[in-house]
């Protein structure tokens, strides 16, 4: 082992024994349990390697922006990221394009639409409302650059590692199932060519598109994901930049706005945290320079997103005082819970 | 709330399993509420000084760990075996031991699958709560490991013991490093086995130089205490030995680090 290396394993090491030894941990393992029993809503069936997942599952994991990361039940449990991708997606799409030709190909208003609803385009344009619902997912997808579909996707899958701190695979078989049943998905691509919002080479469009997907995560590496927005694009682990600072707030804005499905406007009112979910059953909500919080836990509402997790999120907003828009937010809990972390 | 006191050394054989012996026998004979973890799972022995030859898997750390029983259960009370020792025993004294196991297939699958620490700290807090400890000590194995430094990083008061030896003093800097890393409160050195005929106070001050940080107690190398062969709780037979006088003022300065006061209204005299 190099002199970094071995700097870096002793790090690792403190940084274990400072979360084992945190009062933050207990909390979260007294929320976990708290809700562990909660069977409310079930598990997604439109792909039938989603009906696999068990209702039993049920992972929380932090990570602040000053390395120290927590994990209770199955938080080390691989499920895909479906759309939860979306804002990562739509931060490559930035990075590729700039503001102006980014939004040109899709809007950034949400919809109080369902996460699938056929489409809503903007009248005048043809553009895509937003990066969060299909339609201007598989847009901003056609956005990401390279020569063909394996390099867009090294670079798409790479981008997802950079956040993540870890090499991130795909899962093959929700791939090719995501890939011979999305039919809509097609179909809300084609329509699209028609308007001239997406490029014609749409079949590789679509493919980047379901592997981006079915990249396999689990809780742990959601949280990392997205205390590095909330770290301004550094991984606060691996110190790698996933995304260039000035589009932080580009991606944490429109989870912020669409990012819960058709319960965002609630969710925001509520918890007051931009955040994304995917029907993997998987969340995570930024608190900015502050931390992230990643549940998982496959049961899910009518809108798609997981009950125990938006539970979870409540709770900890409520208890911390995270809400993002409160005027004066009584901190002193988060204070005692993780010292250090705010000023 | 109960102070988590941790016993370190770099080296094995350097004293801690007697010295956390003696200093919580002395504490709940004054009428404190003592527990005593042994984190030495790969190798287990504070039970012995105990008067305990048998730990049952069933209630030990590891079947803890395991999630098998509750750490109260793992905990046994060894209170009565300082009694008729020679030494008073408050009546408002209690002194609970959670050992670890010694049966080969429990050490070697504690060794081979590794265990959540945090499940340590749980477990710790959790018996100081439950039987309302005035103090925990934590008796650890040698070196730096991560339940060695899960126990610095809870604990008021982290105690390293060394020899006057020169690989112990390395090491010693080392584990001094890493506490310092994990914002450790109040750290405090012992030297034991020092000579008969060295200078305690020479000696005090040249480690003290050497690896800046305070010694509370330099204690000779007795040969009485060889002899005594971890046979028992020497202070509780030989309460006016070098030895035992030695382990009572480290036990005055536990009791005076940090909250002290609120500690000293359940002393029985
Ligand atoms: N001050 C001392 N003088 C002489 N022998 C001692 C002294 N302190 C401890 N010992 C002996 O050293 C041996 C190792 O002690 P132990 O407490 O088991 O060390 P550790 O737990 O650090 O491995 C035991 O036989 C013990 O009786
Ligand atoms: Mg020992």
Not at chain 1, 147 to 154: D, G, M, Q, S, V
Not at chain 2, 123 to 151: A, K, Q
Request: proline share 4%; glycine share 10%.
């Amino acid at each position: 082992m190099s002199g970094p290396e071995i700097a870096s394993g002793v790090q690792a090491l403190l940084g274990g024994v400072r979360s084992a030894a945190s009062p933050f941990r207990t909390y979260l393992k007294d929320l976990h349990r708290r809700f562990a029993n909660d069977s409310e809503g079930r598990v997604a069936d439109y792909i039938p390697e989603l009906a696999k997942a068990k209702p039993e599952w049920f992972g929380i994991s932090v990570a602040t922006v000053n390395g120290l990361t927590f994990e209770v039940g199955d938080a080390q449990t691989d499920f895909t990221i479906q759309s939860v991708s979306k804002p990562f997606v739509f931060g490559l799409a930035l990075e590729d394009n700039g503001r102006d030709h980014t939004l040109s190909r899709v809007g950034v208003e949400p919809t109080g639409d369902a996460f699938n609803s056929i489409i809503k385009l903007d009248t005048k344009s043809g553009r895509p409302q937003n990066p969060m619902v299909n339609a201007g997912a598989i847009s901003t997808a056609g956005l990401v650059k390279g020569a063909h579909l394996t390099e867009r996707f090294n670079r798409l899958g790479g981008m997802l590692s950079r956040y993540a701190g870890r090499s991130l695979p795909v899962d093959m078989a929700v791939y090719t199932s995501e890939r011979s049943t999305g039919h809509r998905n097609r179909a809300l691509a084609h329509l699209m060519l028609n308007f001239g919002m997406i490029d014609p080479n749409v079949d590789e469009t679509l493919d980047l598109y379901f592997q981006q997907c079915s990249v396999l995560i689990n809780a742990r590496d959601l949280a990392m994901m997205g205390a590095t927005l909330a770290n301004g694009g550094v991984n606060p682990l691996t110190k790698e930049q996933a995304i260039a600072p000035e589009y932080v707030q580009d991606v944490l804005s429109v989870m912020y706005s669409c990012g819960m499905y058709d319960y965002t406007g609630e969710w925001s009112y509520r918890v007051g945290l931009p955040a994304k979910s995917g029907v993997g059953g998987g969340v995570v909500a930024v608190v900015p320079r502050v931390m992230a919080i990643a549940v998982f836990s496959p049961l899910l509402d009518e809108r798609g997103n997981s009950v125990r997790a938006l539970k979870v999120c409540e709770a900890i907003s409520k208890d911390l005082g995270l809400h993002l828009l409160a005027h004066s937010p009584n901190r002193r809990r988060l204070t005692e819970l993780l010292p250090g972390i705010v000023d | 709330m109960g102070k988590v006191i941790s016993i370190h050394s770099f080296r094995g054989g350097t004293g801690k399993s007697n010295l956390t012996a003696n200093l919580s026998a002395t504490l709940a004979a004054r009428g404190y509420r003592v527990g005593v973890f042994d984190t030495d799972v790969a190798s287990p022995g504070i039970h012995v000084l105990f008067g305990i030859n048998d730990v049952p898997a069933s209630a030990s750390l590891n079947a803890y760990f395991w999630g098998n029983c509750s750490i109260q259960d793992a905990a046994v009370d060894v209170m009565p075996a300082l009694e008729g020792a020679g030494v008073p025993v408050s009546a408002s004294g209690a002194l609970y031991l959670v050992p670890a196991s010694i049966e080969t297939g429990e050490i070697a699958r504690i060794l081979h699958d590794g265990y959540d620490v945090g499940l340590l700290n749980d477990g710790i807090l959790g018996l100081m709560d439950h039987y309302d400890l005035d103090f925990v000590f934590v008796d650890t194995h040698p070196g730096v490991n991560e339940e060695t430094l899960l126990s610095i990083a809870i604990s008021e008061v982290t105690i390293i013991i060394l020899r006057p030896d020169q690989q112990d003093l390395q090491g010693t800097a080392v584990t001094i490093e890493l506490a310092r890393q994990l914002e450790c409160k109040n750290l405090q050195l012992i030297v034991n086995k020092a000579h008969r005929n060295a200078d305690h106070a020479v000696m005090k001050a040249s480690v003290e130089q050497k690896l800046g940080a305070p010694v509370i107690e330099v204690i000779a190398l007795s040969d009485d205490m060889v002899q005594f062969g971890s046979g028992g709780v020497y202070c509780m037979r030989f309460p006016d030995h070098d030895y035992s006088q030695a382990v009572g003022r480290v036990a005055d300065c536990l009791v005076a680090a940090g909250t002290a006061s609120q500690l000293s209204d359940r002393r029985v005299s």
